[in-house]
């Protein structure tokens, strides 16, 4: 039950060519946004989400226990696919290019770990376009 009501609260992603590390603001969760792969962290306190915007997914936090979102990671040129919790305070994260031409799939692949708040951000494994 707490599951669903936090899912039905939840907001859509901001898009920045940088990472963004904020919190979303009321009118980003209330404006029609979509969401996919919803993952609670193994405490049970948070949960990391996927929300689309602007035709691109981003990993938002919400905290279960505080009722409000954390964090919010996405990126201009990219979609962030197949989050996976490290514990309670990582999660680990790796690049898509979801509805793309083949010229933009380049910019897929990858494996990053970002903390729960966003603050921290490594690049653990090289993304296609890195390697061409």
């Known amino acids: 039950m707490l599951l669903a009501a936090a899912l039905c609260a939840l907001p859509a992603a901001s898009h920045a060519a940088d990472p ?35 035709g691109r997914m981003g990993l938002s936090i919400f905290d279960l226990q505080e009722g409000k979102y954390t964090s919010h990671l996405s990126f201009a040129d990219a979609d962030i696919a197949q989050p996976m919790w490290l514990g309670s305070g990582r999660l680990l994260y790796t690049l898509a290019q979801h509805g793309q031409s083949r010229k933009t799939q380049l910019r897929q692949g ?14 653990l494994h090289a993304t296609f376009n890195d390697w061409v």
């Open 20 to 54: 963004l590390r904020e919190p979303l603001s009321a009118d980003e969760a209330f404006s029609g946004a979509s969401f996919a792969a919803p993952r609670l962290s193994p405490d049970g306190r948070y949960l990391a989400l996927l929300a689309s915007r602007r």
């Open 110 to 123: 990858g494996l990053f770990v970002v903390s729960r708040d966003g603050n921290e951000q490594r690049k």
